[in-house]
């Protein structure tokens, strides 16, 4: 028998808010995830998308952490790195990654950001029931979202990690790092001979005409493909689910971040 999801608290003046901001917020998923969570614990919280456009961020997240009642945002592309100036304190994980995906007020009230974006693709792997240890990986994309995966799989025990980006200096320094850690990475174009698992990390596939990040015509059903762009149907998953490779897309990573992050703003 089905059981309907608990029903939201009634919104009023008493009602604390948490924002998802972005630029865009279309296909943002969050806060079908984080409000049912509210309400099953009886918070009298809402979680609402919030577009912020890129070219107004800078003066537009002052007055938005200013608001009296906002407590918490998570916080996606294109923003994860921008975020940073304006919160008073980041975790170390955030700091080594140079990214933040959620904030919250602490009750003396300041801001605090940490990052759960290697937390969710962890938890959409094991979705999938892949076992990540001794897993050869191509990453692409070495951003906030792409770092905070690559050491995510790096406690995980990967065997390997090879990760491209555009950025050739910031995939080498991420590279460097986690060899300093003992994994063993590369910086280089991802080749899909051998490769257990693939990760988009990028934004590419948000646009219709953005094509796949990297060419996959050589994709088979052995590797494992897991695209975090929030929207689904981009490119790089019809050709996973067309030659049959396991996989899955960005709904399943947010919902592996969610549990981590509605604890991270019970404070």
Known sequence: MNTLPPSPLPISGRTRLYGFIGDPVAYARTPQNLNPLF????????????????????????????????DGVVITMPFKDRIIPFL?????????????????????????????????????????????????????GSGGAGSAIAYALSDAGI??????????????????????????????????????????????????DDGTPIDVTALTARTTVIDIVPKPDTQLSQRAKAVGCPFTDGAAMVAAQAAAIFSFFAI
């Open 159 to 208: 065997a390997s990690l090879t990760v491209y980006d555009l950025d050739a200096t910031r995939a080498a320094a991420l590279a460097f790092n986690l060899n300093s850690r003992g994994t063993q990475t590369r910086a280089d174009a991802v080749t899909l001979n051998g490769l257990d698992l693939l990760i988009n990390a990028t934004p590419i596939g948000m646009n219709p």
């Open 39 to 70: 309400a099953q614990v009886e918070k009298d919280a809402v979680m609402i998308a919030l577009h912020i456009h890129a070219d107004r961020f800078d003066q537009t997240i002052p007055n938005l952490l200013a608001l009296g009642n906002l």
């Open 88 to 140: 008073d304190t980041i975790s170390e994980n955030a700091r080594a990654v140079n990214a933040v995906n959620a904030a919250k007020r602490m009750p003396d009230g300041t801001w605090h950001g940490d990052i759960f974006d290697g937390a969710g693709l962890v938890g959409a792997a094991r979705s999938l029931g892949l076992k990540i240890e001794g897993l050869n990986v191509g990453l692409i």
